[in-house]
């Protein structure tokens, strides 16, 4: 779905983690560490800072599928529409790769992390979320 989406691609940021935001109160102030800027649709842009935005942070972990929900949803509101189809299989398979990868890199540092497990455990609802 990722590869083969007929939406217009954007450039944006392709490391959206909680170490990479600043806020200002609860307005996004900027977001830096643009070395990982990528050219995507938006909505894999929304779907993979969906599912990663509280990493790196104080509790260093990936959103949760209701987190991930809430982020695109409110992504909407703020966008001043809802997502089409298309848009919501981007978002929630993008958010899904960037877990799988995320999942790889803690597997290698830690073997007997959680990430996986994790991932596992989420990754059909994940995928039913996508396809809803």
Known sequence: MLRGAALPEEVGPG???????????DKLQ???????????????LAGSAAAAFPAGGPENRPA????????LSEYARARGRHRTREESEVAWAAGLWVLAFNAKK???????GSAATRLAGEAPERLRSADA
């Open 64 to 71: 949760t599928v209701a987190e991930t929900e809430r982020f």
């Open 30 to 44: 900027e977001v830096h560490d643009w070395d990982s800027a990528v050219a995507r649709p938006e909505a894999a």
């Open 15 to 25: 490391d959206f983690e909680s170490q990479n935001i600043r806020w200002n109160g």
């Open 106 to 112: 803690a597997s290698v540092a830690q073997p007997n």
